[in-house]
């Protein structure tokens, strides 16, 4: 599995865990306002983690911690992600997937064998192709749309912890659209703030909404 990065200890990645996030290389989308384009622009990608190094320090320090988080980039783009989990699991620490929900057949397998404790997917926008599509980078075929409508519904029958999120922009989501997810998807909806001091597009005409604004998201 190719590891970009790690950060050794997080209270925040998961609620209620101290975790360790691993952060895999490389992405299918081009959202412009994504805060790791080192993870998603070939150009800006770094060295990658020794694998056996990062099962060393959790070995180690496995008593400090309850969990792995792992992210990117998208993780279900890796092939090795299923064998990956199995050694954190067999640490006995709990795993969190975050993931754009993009292949659906990755979460299947990781559902079906038990590997995972709780799923948090990125909704980027309305589930509207065009509305999604520009949101992502133009890259959306209908049949990726397709595996994004049939990831939200694996994880929503499933029976393991789990939140669907979105990062608001205001210039790219409009108040009753955000307000449109969070009557579709309930309390396992979250909204985030959109941070815009480091994005992929340096051109992404968006801003974050206020203070005010924002909490009458959530």
């Known amino acids: 599995m190719k590891i970009a990065g790690v950060k050794k200890q997080s209270l925040i990645d998961f609620p209620g865990h101290i975790s360790t996030v691993v952060f895999t290389q490389g992405c299918n989308f081009r959202c412009g306002f994504c805060h790791n384009p080192d993870l998603v622009l070939p150009a800006k990608f770094g060295p990658l983690y020794n694998q056996e190094a990062v099962f060393s320090y959790l070995k180690k320090f496995q008593h400090l911690l309850d969990a792995v988080?792992?992210?990117?980039?998208?993780?279900?783009?890796?092939?090795?992600?299923?064998?990956?989990?199995?050694?954190?699991?067999?640490?006995?620490?709990?795993?969190?997937?975050?993931?754009?929900?993009?292949?659906?057949?990755m979460l299947s397998t990781l559902l079906a064998e038990n590997l995972l404790d709780f799923i948090a997917m990125d909704v980027k926008h309305v589930l509207n192709f065009d509305?999604?599509?520009?949101?992502?980078?133009?890259?959306?075929?209908?049949?990726?749309?397709e595996n994004i409508i049939q990831s939200i519904r694996l994880i929503e029958n499933s029976v393991?912890?789990?939140?669907?999120?979105?990062?608001?922009?205001?210039?790219?989501h409009q108040p009753e659209q955000i307000q449109q997810l969070r009557k579709r998807f309930g309390s396992h909806y979250k909204v985030q703030q959109f941070n815009p001091e480091v994005v992929l597009d340096p051109?992404?005409?968006g801003k974050p909404f206020s203070e005010k604004e924002f909490h009458s998201f959530l």
């Open 69 to 105: 988080c792992i992210t990117g980039g998208e993780p279900t783009l890796q092939p090795g992600l299923p064998a990956f989990i199995l050694k954190v699991k067999e640490l006995g620490l709990k795993v969190k997937l975050d993931t754009n929900g993009t292949h659906p057949e």
């Open 203 to 205: 051109h992404l005409k």
């Open 160 to 172: 393991i912890g789990y939140e669907f999120r979105t990062t608001v922009i205001k210039g790219l």
């Open 131 to 145: 509305f999604y599509n520009r949101t992502v980078g133009n890259i959306l075929n209908q049949q990726v749309f």
